[in-house]
């Protein structure tokens, strides 16, 4: 039993956790230092991502907040610098950071169409894009994780159709790197969430109270998901457990897909 515990054991990994400084990431950045990570927390918000990572510390993990606009390349690389000065390395990149900005496909924007995109799938690209050329120097391996939604796998009716392409953009990048990085040993996936309370689900749902029933109606475990629910398939996939997964995208959705 203690050889199989060993599986999901994170000592000693360095995790870049994207939008860590709340929701999702928040969550998954404190799930991987209970199982032994250091993780950096990046993140727009600067006030947010010090308060997650003191909190950490205080509870006597390793965690270093840094400030990114994951939309902006030349401040991707300066994230990846200042965390391979601090710790020496980069095992885990954990591609959180995203928005969401709805309203129906006739009303939506070139500017709401290019910022959901710039941040969901170019920001996820560019991590993943720096992060592969320093594991594949490094010669070690690597996980890297995106998190996609379903909504890049089914159609939905609440203006999701600049935040579709990015999370459908996100499930093809995956299969794609991790195809062209096995012989690295990088094993790139993808998590797949139904709606979530998440600060961005919570806005939707108090800007727009019925949009909840819908959500309910389409779920048959019969309620959202919690950001917990995240943490376990996120530890799965950045440990040994998963060492022969790659390529995947895992559905975390109450069985929203399975309708």
């Not at 885990?92 to 709401?112: F, K, P, Q, V």
């Not at 990085?181 to 139904?194: C, E, F, T």
Request: charged share 20%; aromatic share 6%; proline share 3%.
């Amino acid at each position: 039993m203690n050889e199989l515990r060993k599986l999901f054991d994170l000592s000693g990994k360095v995790a870049i956790i994207t939008g860590a400084a709340s929701g999702l990431g928040k969550s998954i950045a404190e799930g991987f230092v209970q199982y032994g990570a250091s993780v950096a927390i990046v993140d727009i918000e600067e006030k947010n991502a010090k308060k997650v990572a003191q909190g950490i510390v205080d509870k006597g993990g390793q965690a270093v907040p840094l400030i990114c606009d994951v939309s902006k390349p030349d401040e991707v690389q300066a994230v990846i610098a200042q965390v391979i000065d601090k710790f020496g390395k980069i095992d885990i990149l954990l591609n959180n950071a995203g928005i969401g900005y709805r309203t129906n496909a006739e009303d939506m924007t070139d500017e709401m169409w290019d910022i959901v995109l710039d941040i969901n799938l170019k920001g996820a690209f560019f991590f993943c894009r720096e992060v592969g050329r320093d594991m594949i120097k490094r010669g070690q391996g690597g996980r890297i994780i995106n998190m996609s939604s379903i909504a890049g796998i089914v159609g939905l009716e609440t203006g999701n159709a600049n935040y579709s392409a990015s999370k459908g953009g996100i499930n093809a990048m995956t299969r794609c790197l991790a195809v062209e990085w096995a012989k690295y040993n990088i094993l790139v996936n993808a998590i797949a969430p139904s709606h979530t309370r998440t600060p961005l689900i919570e806005k939707l749902i108090k800007e727009k109270p019925e949009t909840e029933r819908y959500f309910l109606n389409n779920i048959p475990l019969g309620r959202l998901g919690n950001p917990v629910d995240i943490v376990g398939p996120a530890i799965f996939l950045a440990s040994d457990a998963s060492a022969f997964v790659t390529g995947h995208i895992l559905v975390v959705d109450g069985g929203h897909t399975a309708k």
